[in-house]
């Protein structure tokens, strides 16, 4: 039997007599909070990156491939479609799905306002799995490569400005080389990503409709997106893309096109490392002084252990075998606050936001289990090294002190 383990069992034990017991209790809670806290700060800002990574991904692919002078302009030379290549494409470890695009910047006119936006083409390819989450009324089209359809699909934010619905005619414009075009199209659905800067600008239609208005056959596009598995291998395919496609195409990622987005949600990263430090050195004071007050509370008995012949690495050990009970016991209730509130919060979106200044309409939660193993982990290695200094105190204590002391 482990003698240092049993005495520590017995300095837990629900004695009213312990003046420390209100302490491990206030010890326990403040764990637990700080375990919570930390959880659910990892949960949310990982959320919110992951929420608005998914909205421009949604709008761009995550690896766009074009001709040199891919850029912010919206409107590039075009390339010629090549199924071998992107057959190729396909093979590459890491990729899902591969759509060909085309951008069209023009004018939307009403009876009261002008409007400008960009026409974005997509084809028979195009994957709609984002499009279909944010569609807030309507549905998407089809797109079929014999027959053009007229189709379109509006933002929330055009459609209020402009005063649009549903099944109406959408009077276009756009500037050619033989001058000023015009192009009906009939509202087929309006979507809401939340995301102002792409809301406002991205029109959907078939992609049919920009190879005529820029006077191109069937065979040609403004290029390709690559959708891949993981965002976290986004620059190992990036890269694997680049050297797959040839010498007379460029490929740009995500991050390279949006520098600005990527960075911005970087600072947040920030933020929860201020965290998780202030949490961090608050729930080690808290172990301390519940550990000094157990040393103090008990060294009466101490000095008698030492008398028995208990040396001091053994009452350390008592020590920080109850420091260790109180720690995790802390965690695992502070895992279940964080898992109980983030659940509650994914589900039902209790906590809303301001869309228009967060992009979310609700606070996302994105409860990783490798970042909570991460966080207990190192919750529970600092408190293990906080516990080395109050413990190191029992070495100091005496026989005649502790008689003294009692």
């Given at each position: 039997m482990n003698?240092?383990?049993f005495?520590?069992r017995?300095?837990?034990?629900?004695?009213?007599?312990?003046?420390?017991?209100p302490?491990i209790?206030v010890?326990?809670?403040?764990i637990?909070?700080?375990v919570?806290?930390m959880i659910?700060?990892v949960a949310v800002?990982?959320?919110f990156?992951?929420?608005?990574?998914?909205?421009?991904?949604?709008?761009?692919?995550h690896?766009?491939?074009?001709?040199?002078?891919?850029?912010?302009?919206?409107?590039s030379l075009?390339?010629?479609?090549?199924?071998?290549?992107?057959?190729?494409?396909?093979q590459?470890?890491?990729?899902?799905?591969?759509?060909v695009?085309?951008?069209?910047?023009?004018?939307?006119?009403?009876?009261e306002?002008?409007?400008?936006?960009?026409?974005k083409?997509?084809?028979s390819?195009f994957?709609?799995?984002?499009?279909?989450?944010n569609?807030?009324e309507?549905?998407?089209?089809?797109?079929?490569?014999?027959?053009?359809?007229?189709?379109?699909?509006?933002?929330?934010?055009l459609?209020?400005k402009?005063?649009?619905?549903?099944?109406?005619?959408l009077?276009?414009?756009?500037i050619?080389?033989?001058?000023l075009?015009?192009?009906?199209?009939?509202?087929?659905?309006?979507?809401?990503?939340g995301?102002?800067?792409?809301?406002?600008?991205f029109v959907?239609a078939d992609?049919?409709h920009?190879?005529k208005?820029?006077?191109?056959?069937?065979?040609?596009v403004?290029?390709?997106?690559?959708?891949i598995?993981?965002?976290n291998q986004?620059?190992?395919?990036g890269?694997?893309?680049?050297?797959?496609?040839g010498?007379?195409?460029?490929?740009?990622?995500?991050?390279?096109l949006?520098p600005e987005?990527?960075?911005?949600?970087?600072?947040t990263?920030?933020n929860?490392?201020v965290?998780?430090?202030?949490?961090a050195?608050?729930?080690?004071?808290?172990?301390?002084?519940?550990?000094l007050i157990?040393?103090?509370?008990?060294?009466?008995?101490?000095g008698?252990l030492k008398?028995?012949?208990?040396?001091?690495l053994?009452?350390?050990?008592?020590?920080?075998?109850?420091?260790l009970?109180?720690?995790?016991?802390g965690?695992?209730?502070?895992?279940?606050?964080?898992?109980?509130?983030?659940?509650?919060?994914?589900?039902?979106?209790?906590?809303?936001?301001?869309?228009?200044?967060?992009?979310?309409?609700?606070?996302?939660?994105?409860?990783?289990?490798?970042?909570?193993?991460?966080?207990?982990?190192?919750?529970?290695?600092?408190?293990?090294?906080a516990?080395?200094?109050p413990?190191?105190?029992?070495?100091?204590?005496?026989?005649?002190k502790?008689?003294r002391?009692?």
């Open positions: 003698l240092e383990l005495i520590a017995r300095f837990l034990s629900k004695n009213k007599k312990n003046i420390s017991q302490i209790r010890a326990i809670t403040g637990a909070l700080g919570a806290v659910l700060s800002v990982t959320g990156q992951q929420k608005i990574t998914e909205k421009v991904i949604g709008f761009g692919g690896i766009r491939i074009g001709n040199f002078d891919l850029n912010h302009s919206f409107e075009p390339i010629e479609k090549n199924s071998q290549m992107v057959s190729d494409l396909e590459i470890n890491g990729v899902a799905h591969v759509q695009y085309a951008n069209k910047a023009g004018m939307i006119k009403t009876d306002q002008i409007q400008g936006f960009i026409l083409g997509v084809g390819d994957d709609w799995s984002f499009m279909k989450k569609m807030v309507g549905s998407i089209f089809s797109v079929n490569d014999n027959i053009k359809t007229n189709d379109v699909i509006v933002s929330r934010f459609a209020d402009l005063k649009l619905k549903l099944n109406d005619k009077k276009t414009y756009f050619g080389d033989d001058g075009k015009g192009r009906p199209f009939v509202i087929k659905g309006i979507y809401e990503t995301l102002e800067e792409f809301d406002k600008k959907f992609i049919a920009i190879q208005l820029n006077q191109w056959d069937a065979g040609k403004d290029g390709y997106e690559v959708l598995k993981d965002f986004l620059n190992t395919v890269n694997e893309v680049y050297q797959t496609i010498y007379n195409l460029n490929a740009k990622t995500i991050r390279e949006h987005i990527f960075d911005w949600l970087g600072l990263n920030m929860v490392v965290i998780i430090v202030i949490i050195l608050i729930s080690s004071v808290t172990m301390i002084s519940t550990l157990l040393i103090l509370e008990k060294t009466n008995l101490i008698t008398a028995m012949g208990a040396n001091n053994s009452i350390r050990k008592i020590f920080i075998y109850n420091a009970y109180i720690c995790l016991l965690m695992l209730w502070g895992n279940f606050i964080a898992l109980t509130l983030g659940l509650l919060q994914d589900k039902y979106g209790i906590l809303k936001l301001d869309q228009a200044s967060y992009y979310v309409k609700t606070v996302p939660v994105n409860l990783n289990l490798i970042h909570m193993l991460l966080i207990n982990a190192g919750s529970l290695a600092v408190c293990t090294l516990l080395m200094i413990s190191y105190i029992v070495s100091k204590i005496t026989v005649v502790a008689i002391f009692s």
